[in-house]
């Protein structure tokens, strides 16, 4: 195997980086990939509770870098999800017990062995960033339609570049029809025209993301909810398939639910 | 709010975030100093004098947002136009 390493960015906190690692990471397990989530907020981690594998935490990633224990000795598998595994990070340590160049050679090792290699990056564009960047491929920008968030993502796109990662594609979290329609919050497309980047996915805001989060289960177990069903889509445009992009900004009967109605239930 | 507003002559947010987005990238964007831009100036200038005469402290030099791209955007008040010397006539 030759897994495609990606990481998943923002610039600004608290936009759904982990929330979006977590869910696409079940997704593409769920579609029969072999796939690895990797916490790169060292002293911040928040993987394994949105994941909800906490409680089965041995190894870090740290203590592999620092040879307490082998690379797979760190691997948490998901009981729920077939081939879905995650590598937990150290809660009681700094950005700077991870170098850029440790975290090339652990992604090389993870290639090996996975279809996907996820990184769930910290917030900021100081070295945490610049370490969880460092041995990925591709990147996933995730920003909120706000102009604080698109503001920082525009500064992430820019350092991403200069890093070569390639693609390097956009998902609008956090949106809200209502909002959108009424002409009170930036749309997709008026996102799309400042940042001038390719779009894999947008997620409307949804309550379900906080109670799959209290429950510590990916969304895309549960039942189909308009985000699980958004990141399920996401996860198969990062497969390559063709899948058209909701209507966010419908205007007819039952606004977006119906829509995502319809196109479940067919009616 | 007021300002933005009456500037662009917009009431819903969502636009006026637009504006002020595109505006902040501009400046985030242009990795050119003030400094950058006054020795630009002074080069310019420098040419520009081998053509013609111009007005250097009337001279304006500015990033300016033209819709998706920015643009470098001069005004050069020129005096007096220098006579050509036709070629061969040295
Ligand atoms: N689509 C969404 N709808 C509702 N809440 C969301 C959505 N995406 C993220 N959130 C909430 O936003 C907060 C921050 O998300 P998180 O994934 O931790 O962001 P980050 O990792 O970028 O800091 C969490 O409380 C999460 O539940
Ligand atoms: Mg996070």
Partial sequence: MTARVIVVTSGKGGVGKTTATANLAAALANMGKRVVAVDGDVGLRNLDVIMGLENRIVYTLIDALEGTCRLNQTFIRDKRIENLFMIPTAQSRTKDAVTAEQMIEVCGELRKEFDYVLIDSPAGIEAGFRNSAAGADEALVVTTPEVSAVRDADRIIGLLESMDKSPIRLIVNRIRPHMVKKGDMLGVSDVLDILAIDLIGMVPDDEAVVTSSNKGEPLVLSQSTPAGIAFRNIASRIEGKDVPFMNLDATDSGGLFGIIRRAILGH | ?90
């Fill in chain 2, 1 to 90: 709010m007021g300002f933005f507003t009456n500037l662009f002559g917009i009431h819903n947010s969502g636009q006026i975030a637009k504006n002020r987005l595109q505006l902040v990238l501009l400046h985030d964007r242009s990795d050119i100093s003030p400094e950058m831009l006054e020795n630009l100036k002074k080069d310019i200038i420098a040419v520009i004098k081998n053509y013609v005469e111009i007005d250097e402290k009337r001279i304006e030099l500015d990033l300016e947002r033209e819709d998706s791209s920015v643009a470098l955007v001069a005004n050069i008040p020129v005096m007096t136009v220098r006579r050509q010397r036709r070629r061969g006539e040295q």
